[in-house]
């Protein structure tokens, strides 16, 4: 590649980086006014030129986290910046809600328990309680993605869809195999899910990591809704025996704990 194309390269790049900020910029101003602004006041308030900043707010209005109100000619956030707002809250909630939980189930069982909840088809690393005497790593991190089908908190959370919702979400993953062990096919994936469902909860048997088992198990809010899993991974731990059937019981039961703190109530059994 030539210098000149390597330039080139560079000032695009340069150039779409400062649009970014700019956005960020204009978006955060009308995030921290009282009231709607006009366009001279948020170029004002950006340091951008008029034509700038509505191209920028334009856009932005696109996604909608912007919004126009024509009787004034004022500009105001938009409902996405709301979603995202709610959003935080409730993850924060949630890890607040679930640390604790989290903390005496690892201490129980000696055990690396995770928090995920699912973020584009994918499962997201909310929180981590790690035992301090373990000596061998569970390799993730908070905010890192790992695949739905070959983990048990993928297959956790996908039980919180309905049947029509789950075969578009499965029919959208791509099927990679990471051990001898992995998932390659929607209609496998398709029935563990429906036995997760049954049992309450799921399972990974070495197929994301060889060296690695989990169990995992739905969280669910004031609503009902599946939002996020509570996960225990093992290493070298015999699945079919009794530890691990412990594990699976306290895992369970942390779940339901962090399930009724969210405002959960399971519904009472049908009167005889």
Known sequence: MTQTANTQRGSELYSSIQVVHRSLRVLETLAAAETPLSLTT?????SLHRSTTLRILRTLAEDGYAAFQAKTKSWTVGPAVLRLQAGARASTDLRQVARPVMHALSQAVGETVQLATMV?????????VEPPEQEIRVLSEVGSRRPLYCTALGKALLTGLDEQALAQTVA???????????ITDPETLIREVAEARQHGYSLDRRE??????CSAAPIRDASGTIVAAISVSTIGLDIAGETFANIIARNLAAADEISRAMGWRAPLPPSA
């Not at 948020?42 to 950006?46: M, P």
């Not at 584009?120 to 981590?128: I, N, S």
């Not at 099927?175 to 062990?181: A, L």
């Open 172 to 182: 959208g993953l791509r099927f990679e195999r990471h051990t001898d062990e992995t």
């Open 120 to 128: 584009d088809a994918e499962v997201c690393y909310l929180d981590k």
């Open 42 to 46: 948020v170029a004002e308030r950006v």
């Open 208 to 213: 994301y990591n060889r060296a690695i088992q």
